[in-house]
């Protein structure tokens, strides 16, 4: 029988919500596309309970199918959703969490052409209340500032890895034991990580 303590179980919630902070950066110009979603495997290491593998959902919304050399792209609306586990549920509850909340910073490697760009995106993990059992969803939203390309031709977005710094808290909105804490997480290895593919064109 697998003995679950606080502090262990919350680490399988720190991967769930870790997850949710996952976000990339996608699109150009103004002529806007159809929503994308992509979902990805990640590997999330973590004190006591070792590397846990979890899986995010990730929508961008307003992609744009086109952009020019020089001229500053908008940024995308980008959703990511997890579903936190009962077991993590469980977790947070004995160490008196009734919610959680926090922030994620996130990598996508943009390849403009043969040159590539690390686009960072910062979000918000929304706080969710924490159920009295079973499994929950946490939600982040975020985006990334303008970015300009240099070269004219295709350019792919491909997802990549992000961390993310999270805080349960009681009721009455102090700490738990587990105070605010910062995970990383990497893509798991042999997956399609391209989300978009548009095109620059010359000034």
Do not use: W
């Amino acid at each position: 029988m697998l003995k679950l303590t606080g502090r262990t179980v919350i680490g399988a919630l720190a991967v769930a919500t870790a997850v949710v902070g996952s976000v990339v950066f996608a699109g150009a110009g103004t002529g806007m596309a159809a929503t994308k979603s992509l979902t990805l495997a990640y590997s999330c290491p973590f004190p006591l309970i070792g590397t846990q593998d979890m899986t995010v959902r990730i929508t961008v919304a307003d992609l744009a199918d086109s952009a020019v050399v020089g001229q500053p792209v908008p940024p995308t609306r980008v959703t990511a959703i997890a579903t936190v586990p009962s077991s993590a549920t469980l977790g947070l509850r004995l160490v008196g969490a009734s919610t959680v909340e926090g922030t994620a910073v996130a990598s996508t490697a943009v390849d403009n052409a043969g040159a590539v760009q690390n686009v960072v995106a910062n979000l918000v993990v929304a706080k969710t209340n924490i159920p009295a059992s079973g499994s929950f969803n946490t939600i982040a939203t975020g985006g990334t500032a303008p970015v300009t390309f240099a070269n004219a031709g295709t350019t792919t977005v491909r997802v990549g890895a992000f961390s993310t710094t999270l805080t349960p808290r009681r009721s009455d909105g102090s700490l738990t034991g587990l105070g605010t804490f910062t995970s990383a997480c990497t893509l798991k290895p042999n997956q399609n990580t391209l989300l978009h593919t548009f095109t620059v064109s010359p000034a």
